[in-house]
Every structure is written in structure tokens, then in C-alpha cells.
């Protein structure tokens, strides 16, 4: 994944992070909607890392 790819999907995921919880989210009484939602976008961040971060090479 290229770094100006890598930033625009780490970009997004910061700002779905922010509005989702206060917009679509915010009918949500129960704590699993929002243990979902943030399961979730921690997975999507761990996987755009791996995708980022494979080519590294050790010294």
C-alpha cells in the first residue's frame, strides 16, 4: 500500500471514528452497537498497518 493511500484510509478511519459514534450511532442505547462499531474499526486500522507495513524489510 502507498503512503498517500495508507494516510487517505488512516484519514478516513480517524474521521468515521468521530462521526460515527455522535451521528448514526447515537439512537444506540445498548453499549454492543458501539463495542461493534469500534471492534471493527480497530480491525480495518490493524489491517490497513499489516498492508503498510509488509514490504519493510529488517536491517
Given at each position: 500500500?502507498?503512503?498517500?493511500?495508507?494516510?487517505?484510509?488512516?484519514?478516513?478511519?480517524?474521521?468515521?471514528?468521530?462521526?460515527?459514534?455522535?451521528?448514526?450511532?447515537?439512537?444506540?442505547?445498548?453499549?454492543?452497537?458501539?463495542?461493534?462499531f469500534w471492534?471493527?474499526?480497530?480491525?480495518?486500522?490493524?489491517?490497513?498497518?499489516?498492508?503498510?507495513t509488509r514490504?519493510?524489510?529488517?536491517?
Open positions: 500500500m502507498k503512503t498517500p493511500l495508507w494516510l487517505a484510509v488512516m484519514a478516513l478511519l480517524i474521521a468515521l471514528s468521530y462521526l460515527l459514534p455522535y451521528t448514526l450511532l447515537r439512537g444506540v442505547s445498548s453499549w454492543a452497537g458501539a463495542f461493534l471492534c471493527v474499526v480497530t480491525l480495518l486500522a490493524i489491517g490497513a498497518n499489516v498492508l503498510y514490504g519493510w524489510k529488517g536491517r
